[in-house]
């Protein structure tokens, strides 16, 4: 399928091993990408029961077909994982070059179980893993360590990592990466720490392959000067964040962890 690897990359932290999953056809179509694939595959991999800090639990990061087409906005990835914050399934998104380096390393997702016995700085170039001691990047904030990983594995490394939070399996903690961008929404980043867990590194050069690169590039060329027009501009200049009093005005802001929808 154009779009699309159409497979999984399953790592296993306790083994230190590495299994390829076929992603068929018909539960890519379902599913497409992104949460919708990542609650799928976390239906597949937690068994029923499953502790959310516990080795069993997957942590999944999840790429879309749009991811690494060149597309403007398309590069975002999806965190899937049993959360510790609320007992349910859990997912964050999260924008930056993470997404993109993801897939080219030549899989849709990739799906993490186990618990390592040390530190761990997970390393995939292309498919390939290794599993490096980290014992010298613990205590190291999120920046701190995104330096440090890629003084060693090259500037190019996409990395996405926890800080003293997530080590300390704070049940908020978030997944950093690229720099300051955050999987933040119902505490990945405290199942990364369980796993022992500290940073992951990517790099690919498997593009995904398109059906019409053509029409791609036009299309992309287009969504890039509407994406720079006067709708966007609160966007460019605040963030999200431009929309609290829409959202507060609606009455559809979340607050007190949604025991009331305003904020006055």
């Not at 049993?82 to 997404?99: C, E, N, R, V, Y």
């Not at 530190?119 to 990047?137: E, H, K, R, W, Y």
């Not at 992951?200 to 498997?206: C, M, V």
Request: hydrophobic share 35%.
């Amino acid at each position: 399928m154009f779009g699309y690897h159409g497979r999984a990359l399953l790592v296993d932290l306790t083994e230190q091993s590495v299994r390829w999953e076929p992603l068929d056809e018909r539960v890519l179509k379902s599913f497409i990408g992104g949460i919708g694939l990542g609650t799928y595959l976390l239906y597949r991999h937690c068994p029923p029961g499953t502790e959310p800090l516990s080795p069993g639990n997957p942590l999944i990061f999840v790429t879309s077909p749009l991811v690494g087409s060149r597309l403007t906005t398309s590069s975002k990835f999806a965190v899937v994982t049993k959360s510790p914050l609320t007992g349910f399934i859990g997912d964050s998104l999260s924008s930056s070059f993470l997404a993109t380096e993801l897939k080219n390393t030549g899989c849709d997702a990739l799906v993490i179980t186990g618990r390592s016995e040390s530190p761990t700085l997970l390393s995939i170039v292309d498919g390939q893993a290794d599993f490096l001691n980290a014992s010298d990047l613990l205590g190291l904030s999120t920046s701190e360590t995104e330096n440090e990983v890629k003084a060693r594995l090259g500037r190019r490394t996409r990395v996405a990592c926890i800080g003293p939070a997530g080590e300390r399996l704070v049940k908020f903690a978030s997944i950093a990466n690229d720099g300051g961008r955050q999987a933040g929404r119902t505490g990945p980043g405290a199942v990364m720490g369980s796993k022992n867990l500290k940073a992951i590194a990517l790099r690919g050069t498997n593009r995904v392959p398109v059906a019409d690169s053509e029409w791609l590039d036009i299309t992309g060329r287009d969504l890039t000067r509407r994406s720079l027009g006067p709708a966007t501009e609160k966007y460019r200049t605040l963030g999200t964040v431009a929309n609290v009093s829409v959202f507060n005005r609606l009455g559809t802001l979340p607050t007190l962890n949604f025991q009331q929808s305003t904020f006055d």
